[in-house]
């Protein structure tokens, strides 16, 4: 039974300062794609996020621009995709190989943060 007393969690959390753990790849840590922005709990959000003002640009040619709209509206911009990101990610969790396919057909993607911080960590000598 869920208590009603209890305050609902925003699902997308605002980044908080990360400090370093030492011997744990930064890839395994939460770290927003800007400074004191949003940071995704899912590869989905964080790709949405680190790709927002892509995804604005190109809305009208995803294959799955319908479950965008559903969530952010037919244009919607870079901060609203941002910001809905969680939500966006809710609603392709049984199409992620459809969004995969659209990303990929994206030009100018770029992976989110912590994957590009955990892989510079891995060529550490």
Partial sequence: MVDSAVPKQEPLA????????????PGDQEV??????????SFEDAFIIANA???AD???GLALKGHFDR???????????????YQIAENLRDHKTDFAFDAM???GWKVPRYIDEGLQWLTLP
């Fill in 105 to 107: 057909l994206l030009d």
């Fill in 32 to 41: 927003p794609e800007q400074p004191g922005g949003f940071f995704g709990r």
């Fill in 71 to 85: 969530t952010v509206g037919e244009h919607p911009t870079e901060a609203a995709i941002a910001t809905q990101a």
């Fill in 58 to 60: 190109n809305i009208s």
């Fill in 14 to 25: 605002r980044s908080v300062t990360v400090m370093p753990v030492a011997g744990v790849p």
């Fill in 53 to 55: 003002a892509v995804l």
